[in-house]
């Protein structure tokens, strides 16, 4: 297990030089005068272009560009985003924990519902539960997430003004930003609501989660019902539940005892995927939802051509992912013996 | 072994059998849900050849692909006579924008698919084929592609580049190729090690025509299924991109674009929610029933192809 860990965190440095690599080749299209932004810390220093481009060696062969550049990523300097009016290092630790607390709202439907529904239609196969399960797995996944978002939109908000766009109301937003009343913990609003005692302004943030919660939720959902399922039928076909079947186990045991644990580890290896499909589904949901988080900045600053910012929520985004992948991997060995015996 | 049971060997293992076929069809109709999907792509391949009829152009218009205006009105406007499906914000017809559509939609899809499997093929057959060194810095390129939510490369590549449709198409077959050359070099590797290949190798073929006579044939199921699924996929990520408005220009006949005019009228006006339905539910159902479409054929395809999966989802 050490062994197996440590294999793969060894491999990490090699990955983050390509991926700094490959975002720096990126950015190498844009002319030294675009690329700037992404050596200051203060928009006023921008008023010197030519010094930044001879201090920062800009017009320098590119290898030692790259090494001066990664360098300043290594230390967390990614440049100034003109978009959020911060540096990029600040924008993301203001933005991320909105992003994080949406998508770990999202999580709990998705594996909850999904694995449910899976293990069900596959008990039930070809039955009416089964049907459904099937219908809104090929549905959900055929259903992109911003015509998905946008009908939800038009329904719980246009029509029954029950879950407005946004992070939090006005007031509550006024109240929250009051250092004296309200004290950030954690900076997610519903954890930080109740460890202030303010009831009022976790429901208000649970009001403007919702839409975006469902939204990120519906394709990875689907995703993970029919993964569940299809392993589920699999797994149900083994002697082993046969025999617990034989000596006589009841029903609901042998399903949730015997099948469902072997039936996970398919889902475990997906779990990666969903990751990908959140980071992925938050750029949309967010910017739909005016929902102030990672992913509608980066989208914004891809509008308007904020280079230090695009770089950074890049990088950032994969270093979200690099860890997930990580972590579904260590999971993965801890659940199925082969793997780490391997 | 001799040249004779060495071609007898690699006779058994060619993939397109009649049986194959045989149960292709039958497949397709024994499953409703296969020949829906089947239904709904010719739909939109007639769609998509039949446009200049469907929806002719206007007379002295450059581009037909651009979306004529009917008139001038800022707001969108209800299915009337003559547009069937209302007008956009700007005025925008959305029926003509959603025939033409249509062959956006293809232009994406079928190009994007297309690099990013011819990409995937000579970098995963190289992978897989010689192993070794050169395999392990090509899967660790690979590796550095997958290290990125494949959206949200796009993003980057499109924002860097700059809008436009052609700059889309670049971003997505950059995000795509990556995975096609993970699961073909899995396949050969496979593959490679089986009888027919060694009896080709005794025959005295050389590397290249083991690769494309023997070994590829032999790996490209895998692909097929991912790349029709892929090409549902694909238009919704272009449309995504679009959406954000990184894609194609406004007024492109372009669903993503279409779905894009429509935010600003969302919530309706005037205390009806609905009053601008159309602008989000026409082009919205047509590329969730192109994305359907394609799903449902894709899981037919590997269900065919793939014997093992056969009735299990």
Same mark, same amino acid.
């Given at each position: 297990?050490?062994?197996?860990?440590?294999?793969?965190?060894?491999?990490?440095?090699?990955?983050?030089?390509?991926? +700094?690599?490959?975002?720096?080749?990126?950015?190498?299209?844009?002319?030294?005068?675009?690329?700037?932004?992404?050596?200051?810390?203060?928009?006023?220093?921008?008023?010197?272009?030519? /010094?930044?481009?001879?201090?920062?060696?800009?017009?320098?062969?590119?290898?030692?560009?790259?090494?001066?550049?990664?360098?300043?990523?290594?230390?967390?300097?990614?440049?100034?985003?003109? +978009?959020?009016?911060?540096?990029?290092?600040?924008? $993301?630790?203001?933005?991320?924990?909105?992003?994080?607390?949406?998508?770990?709202?999202?999580?709990?439907?998705?594996?909850?519902?999904?694995?449910?529904?899976?293990?069900?239609?596959?008990?039930?196969?070809?039955?009416?539960?089964?049907?459904? /399960?099937?219908?809104?797995?090929?549905?959900?996944?055929?259903?992109?997430?911003?015509?998905?978002?946008?009908?939800?939109?038009?329904?719980?908000?246009?029509?029954?003004?029950?879950?407005? &766009?946004?992070?939090?109301?006005?007031?509550?937003?006024?109240?929250?930003?009051?250092?004296?009343?309200? *004290?950030?913990?954690?900076?997610?609003?519903?954890?930080?609501?109740?460890?202030?005692?303010?009831?009022?302004?976790?429901?208000?943030?649970?009001?403007?989660?919702?839409?975006?919660? $469902?939204?990120?939720?519906?394709?990875?959902?689907?995703?993970?019902?029919?993964?569940?399922? /299809?392993?589920?039928?699999?797994?149900?076909?083994?002697?082993?539940? *046969? +025999?617990?079947?034989?000596?006589?186990?009841?029903?609901?045991?042998?399903?949730?005892?015997?099948?469902?644990?072997?039936?996970?580890?398919?889902?475990?290896?997906?779990?990666?995927?969903?990751?990908?499909?959140?980071?992925?589904?938050?750029?949309?949901?967010?910017?739909?939802?005016?929902? &102030?988080? $990672?992913?509608?900045?980066?989208?914004?600053?891809?509008?308007?051509?904020?280079?230090?910012?695009?770089?950074?929520?890049?990088?950032? /985004?994969?270093?979200?992912?690099?860890?997930?992948?990580?972590?579904?991997?260590?999971?993965?060995?801890?659940?199925?013996?082969?793997?780490?015996?391997? | 072994?001799?040249?004779?049971?060495?071609?007898?060997?690699?006779?058994?293992?060619?993939?397109?059998?009649?049986?194959?076929?045989?149960?292709?069809?039958?497949?397709?109709?024994?499953?409703?849900?296969?020949?829906?999907?089947?239904?709904?792509?010719?739909?939109?391949? #007639?769609?998509?050849?039949?446009?200049?009829? #469907?929806?002719?152009?206007? =007379?002295?218009?450059?581009? @037909?692909?651009?979306? @004529?205006?009917?008139?001038?009105?800022?707001?969108?406007?209800?299915?009337?006579?003559?547009?069937?499906?209302?007008?956009?914000?700007?005025?925008?017809?959305?029926?003509?924008?959603?025939?033409?559509?249509?062959?956006?939609?293809?232009?994406?899809?079928?190009?994007?698919?297309?690099?990013?499997? !011819?990409?995937?093929?000579?970098?995963?057959?190289?992978? %897989?084929?010689?192993?070794?060194?050169?395999?392990?810095?090509?899967?660790?390129?690979?590796?550095?592609?997958?290290?990125?939510?494949?959206?949200?490369? =796009?993003?980057?590549?499109?924002?860097?580049?700059?809008?436009?449709?052609?700059?889309?198409?670049? =971003?997505?077959?950059?995000?795509?190729?990556?995975?096609?050359?993970?699961?073909?070099?899995?396949?050969?590797?496979?593959?490679?090690?089986?009888?027919?290949?060694? =009896?080709?190798?005794?025959?005295?073929?050389?590397?290249?025509?083991?690769?494309?006579?023997?070994?590829?044939?032999?790996?490209?199921?895998?692909?097929?299924?991912?790349?029709?699924?892929?090409?549902?996929?694909?238009?919704?990520?272009?449309?995504?991109?679009?959406?954000?408005?990184?894609? !194609?220009?406004?007024?492109?006949?372009?669903?993503?674009?279409?779905?894009?005019?429509?935010?600003?009228?969302?919530?309706?006006?005037?205390?009806?929610?609905?009053?601008?339905?159309?602008?989000?539910?026409?082009? %919205?159902?047509?590329?969730?029933?192109?994305?359907?479409?394609?799903?449902?054929?894709?899981?037919?395809?590997?269900?065919?192809?793939?014997?093992?999966?056969?009735?299990?989802?």
């Amino acid at each position: 297990m050490t062994v197996f860990i440590a294999r793969r965190l060894l491999l990490l440095p090699l990955v983050g030089i390509g991926v +700094t690599l490959l975002i720096f080749s990126l950015l190498q299209l844009l002319s030294p005068e675009q690329r700037a932004a992404l050596y200051v810390t203060d928009p006023r220093q921008l008023l010197a272009l030519d /010094s930044i481009i001879r201090t920062h060696g800009l017009d320098k062969p590119v290898t030692v560009q790259y090494v001066q550049w990664l360098w300043r990523v290594v230390r967390g300097d990614l440049g100034w985003s003109e +978009t959020a009016k911060m540096t990029v290092a600040r924008a $993301i630790t203001t933005f991320f924990p909105a992003t994080l607390e949406l998508t770990l709202y999202a999580f709990v439907p998705i594996i909850a519902l999904g694995i449910w529904l899976g293990t069900k239609s596959a008990v039930h196969k070809d039955k009416i539960i089964d049907h459904f /399960s099937r219908l809104f797995a090929i549905g959900g996944q055929s259903f992109p997430t911003f015509v998905w978002g946008l009908l939800l939109l038009m329904v719980f908000y246009g029509a029954l003004r029950l879950f407005p &766009p946004g992070r939090l109301s006005l007031e509550a937003n006024l109240y929250v930003l009051d250092p004296e009343m309200f *004290r950030p913990y954690t900076r997610l609003l519903t954890v930080d609501a109740l460890l202030n005692g303010q009831v009022w302004i976790f429901l208000d943030a649970l009001r403007h989660l919702a839409l975006p919660v $469902i939204t990120l939720s519906l394709v990875s959902c689907a995703t993970l019902v029919r993964v569940t399922r /299809s392993s589920m039928l699999e797994t149900l076909r083994q002697d082993y539940v *046969r +025999t617990a079947r034989a000596k006589g186990l009841e029903e609901p045991k042998v399903i949730n005892k015997h099948a469902r644990k072997n039936a996970m580890i398919p889902v475990i290896t997906l779990s990666a995927l969903l990751f990908v499909g959140l980071l992925n589904g938050v750029v949309i949901t967010e910017t739909i939802y005016n929902y &102030p988080g $990672i992913g509608r900045w980066g989208a914004g600053a891809a509008l308007q051509l904020d280079a230090a910012a695009v770089a950074g929520f890049a990088l950032f /985004s994969a270093l979200l992912l690099v860890l997930g992948n990580l972590t579904a991997d260590v999971l993965y060995a801890w659940i199925d013996p082969r793997i780490r015996l391997r | 072994m001799s040249v004779l049971a060495a071609r007898k060997v690699a006779a058994q293992t060619l993939p397109v059998t009649l049986s194959t076929w045989q149960t292709a069809v039958l497949r397709f109709r024994r499953n409703p849900l296969s020949l829906m999907g089947l239904i709904i792509i010719v739909g939109f391949i #007639l769609v998509a050849l039949l446009a200049p009829v #469907l929806a002719p152009p206007l =007379a002295n218009t450059r581009d @037909p692909y651009m979306m @004529p205006h009917a008139g001038y009105s800022p707001d969108p406007q209800a299915p009337r006579p003559g547009h069937p499906f209302g007008t956009t914000e700007q005025a925008f017809d959305i029926y003509y924008g959603i025939v033409w559509g249509a062959r956006t939609a293809f232009r994406i899809g079928l190009m994007v698919v297309a690099m990013s499997v !011819a990409i995937g093929i000579v970098v995963g057959g190289i992978a %897989g084929f010689y192993r070794g060194k050169v395999d392990e810095v090509l899967m660790r390129i690979v590796d550095i592609f997958l290290a990125f939510p494949g959206l949200i490369l =796009a993003v980057v590549v499109v924002a860097i580049l700059g809008p436009s449709l052609q700059n889309v198409l670049i =971003a997505l077959a950059l995000v795509g190729w990556p995975g096609y050359a993970r699961l073909l070099r899995g396949e050969i590797l496979s593959v490679r090690e089986r009888d027919f290949v060694e =009896a080709a190798r005794a025959m005295g073929a050389n590397d290249l025509k083991i690769i494309l006579r023997h070994v590829l044939p032999n790996s490209i199921y895998p692909i097929l299924v991912v790349s029709s699924l892929d090409m549902g996929s694909v238009v919704v990520a272009a449309a995504a991109l679009s959406f954000l408005g990184l894609g !194609a220009p406004v007024g492109y006949a372009d669903w993503g674009q279409i779905i894009s005019l429509s935010r600003n009228w969302i919530i309706g006006s005037g205390g009806n929610a609905f009053a601008f339905w159309y602008t989000v539910v026409f082009p %919205g159902a047509a590329l969730v029933f192109f994305t359907l479409g394609w799903n449902l054929l894709g899981d037919a395809f590997r269900d065919i192809l793939d014997p093992r999966l056969r009735g299990s989802t």
